[in-house]
């Protein structure tokens, strides 16, 4: 699915949507990770007894996850108004 993501961004897109091949590779990717977090947090980690190892790994991919939208948010905010800044 890597190998045709190019493929199918030129093919259901067109080529203007070029930039988002690495958007689609990574998606591509989550669609294999997702279903292995489930089977190994929920079929594995649960029967075994681990569930306070298993909630601190989501509690710390929360986190994580938070810290980086926030992270982007101001990135994105700032280079925003610098660039306004500068077209005046």
Request: aromatic share 12%; net charge positive.
């Amino acid at each position: 699915m890597l190998l045709l993501s190019s493929f199918l961004v030129f093919t259901l897109l067109s080529e203007e949507y070029e930039p988002a091949i690495p958007v689609v590779r990574i998606q591509l990717l989550l669609h294999l990770l997702i279903p292995l977090s489930k089977v190994l947090g929920i079929q594995w980690m649960f029967p075994m007894g681990l569930d306070r190892p298993f909630n601190a790994i989501i509690l710390v991919a929360w986190l994580a996850n938070l810290t980086l939208v926030v992270y982007f948010l101001l990135r994105r905010c700032c280079l925003n108004s610098l660039n306004y800044r500068q077209k005046m």
